[in-house]
C-alpha cells in the first residue's frame, strides 16, 4: 500500500540573529529619513513655511509637521502590513508580520521616488508633466495648486510607479506564503482600490458632498 504524502509549500524560514534585527532598525531609520526629506520639500514647494512665517507660528512647527508626516507613513505601512498579516494567517499560511512591514517600508520608497520626481519636474521641466504623469502618477498633470475633484485626488497617485509597487507587494506576500502570485496580487489590487475609494468618499463627505450623489 502507497502513502501519499501533502503539505503545504511555504516560504524558507531564515533564523534571524541581533544583527539582522539591528540592520532592519537602521534600515528604517534611513526610510525615515528620506521620507523627513520628501516632506520638507513638499512643504517648501507648497509655501507652507511663508504661510506660518506670516501667522508668527515658530519655524520649529515646521518640522514637527513634517515629523507628524513620516509618522503617519510608518503608521500606514503598519496598518496595511497588518491587513496582509490578518488575511493571510486567517487562512492558516505562514506570514511574518515584522519582516513584511521592512518589505512594505522599503517599497514606500517607491512613492518617495516619485514624489521627488514630481516636484523636479514641476520645478524645472512643467512641459513633461503631461508626458511623465502616466508613469509618475496622474495627479502631476494637474497644475499646481489647482482645485482637483475627491475623484481626482483619491487617484493622483495612480501610474507605472503605482502598479509596480502593487506588483511588487503582491510578489513579496507571495514568496512569504510559499503561493503563486495570483491571488496575492488580486488581495493587494483589491485593497489598494478600496483605499482608493474610501479616500475618494472621504474627500468628498469633508467637502460636504456625497460620493453618490
Same mark, same amino acid.
Given at each position: 500500500m502507497h502513502y501519499a504524502q501533502t503539505f503545504e509549500a511555504t516560504a524558507p524560514r531564515i533564523r534571524t540573529g541581533p544583527g539582522h534585527k539591528l540592520v532592519s532598525v537602521l534600515w528604517l531609520l534611513g526610510i525615515g529619513g528620506?521620507?523627513?526629506a520628501?516632506?520638507?520639500r513638499q512643504i517648501d514647494q507648497?509655501?507652507?513655511d511663508a504661510v506660518m512665517g506670516a501667522s508668527g507660528a515658530p519655524a520649529m512647527s515646521l518640522g514637527w509637521l513634517a515629523a507628524s508626516s513620516v509618522f503617519g507613513r510608518f503608521a500606514s505601512v503598519g496598518c496595511e502590513s497588518l491587513f496582509y498579516w490578518a488575511w493571510w494567517r486567517s487562512f492558516g499560511a505562514g506570514f511574518r508580520f515584522a519582516r513584511f512591514f521592512v518589505v512594505v517600508a522599503s517599497l514606500s520608497l517607491i512613492d518617495a521616488g516619485s514624489d521627488t520626481l514630481q516636484m523636479l519636474i514641476r520645478d524645472a521641466a512643467p512641459g513633461l508633466a503631461r508626458w511623465l504623469a502616466p508613469v509618475l502618477g496622474a495627479g502631476l498633470?494637474?497644475?499646481p495648486g489647482a482645485h482637483a475633484s475627491a475623484l481626482g485626488g483619491a487617484f493622483a497617485t495612480f501610474g507605472l510607479c503605482a502598479l509596480l509597487r502593487i506588483a511588487l507587494t503582491a510578489w513579496a506576500q507571495a514568496r512569504e506564503t510559499g503561493r503563486s502570485i495570483g491571488l496575492p496580487l488580486l488581495v493587494t489590487l483589491a485593497g489598494w482600490l478600496v483605499t482608493? =475609494? %474610501?479616500l475618494w468618499w472621504g474627500l468628498d =463627505? %469633508?467637502?460636504?458632498?456625497?460620493p453618490l450623489s
Open positions: 528620506v521620507w523627513w520628501v516632506t520638507r507648497a509655501g507652507f498633470a494637474s497644475a482608493r =475609494l %474610501a =463627505l %469633508a467637502r460636504g458632498m456625497s
